[in-house]
């Protein structure tokens, strides 16, 4: 099976830096993803890392490291539409499918 | 409008009724996801379909589900005598075809709330 963990809340202020930490087990590691949902939204994608390293997307980086089974969401330069919960998930070819396991979320409180 | 479509949008519903949800997914995208989301939770997975076939079905889904997408196209759920502990949000997913990146980044509709009085 999977399972992820991440952070319930982090807060930081406007035009700071945050990372947002997600360490997962599973079976068959086939990349991790990042989501963002607002309050009453849908869930957006934001990244993607298949391989170590770190992937850039304006504002916002992700790193992975596969051998600690570990990975972080950078949100550079915060902005206050940046409040919202963000959401580290696994990708599973179990069962030949392409399910998302999603980890519990973590609650960003951009304050001024 | 040419996101994933979700409808309805609310539904209240009493104990043992019967519901139905739709979902319309990107139109080139052959990959089609339900999942559920309850609050402060991430969304769980629930089935998936590639065209119309249904390949994969969550094991925590009971009996009282059931979901088709018969021309591969639109899909719908079912969830049949629903229960308090059925409330949630029902939230449906699409992906093109393709290996990853590709076929890894799901695009969400704005889902179904579900309430069961």
């Known amino acids: 099976g999977q399972s992820l963990e991440q952070p319930s809340e982090v807060t930081a202020v406007e035009g700071a830096i945050v990372q947002i930490n997600c360490t997962y087990q599973?079976?068959?590691?086939?990349?991790l993803s990042w989501y963002q949902q607002h309050d009453g939204g849908a869930p957006t994608f934001l990244s993607y890392n298949a391989l170590d390293g770190l992937e850039e997307t304006g504002r916002f980086s992700s790193f992975l490291s596969r051998s600690d089974s570990y990975g972080y969401l950078l949100l550079q330069e915060l902005q206050m539409k940046d409040s919202a919960s963000y959401f580290c998930a696994v990708r599973d070819w179990t069962g030949g499918g392409n399910k998302l396991t999603f980890g519990t979320g973590t609650q960003l409180k951009v304050e001024l | 409008d040419t996101g994933v479509s979700q409808d309805p949008r609310h539904k209240i519903t009493k104990r043992g009724q019967n519901v139905t949800f739709r979902c319309d997914p990107i139109?080139?995208?052959?990959?089609l996801y339900w999942y559920r989301q309850t609050l402060g939770q991430g969304p769980e997975f629930l089935t998936y379909?590639?065209?119309?076939?249904?390949?994969?079905k969550s094991r925590l889904l009971s009996d009282r589900f059931s979901a088709e997408r018969p021309k591969g196209s639109f899909s719908t759920l079912e969830i049949q005598r629903t229960e308090q502990g059925d409330s949630a949000m029902y939230l449906c997913a699409s992906s093109p075809p393709g290996l990853a990146p590709e076929g890894h980044e799901q695009f969400f509709g704005p889902g179904t709330r579900l309430t069961v009085l």
């Open positions: 379909f590639q065209n119309e076939a249904q390949l994969e």
């Open positions: 139109s080139e995208h052959n990959r």
């Open positions: 599973t079976s068959g590691f086939y990349g």
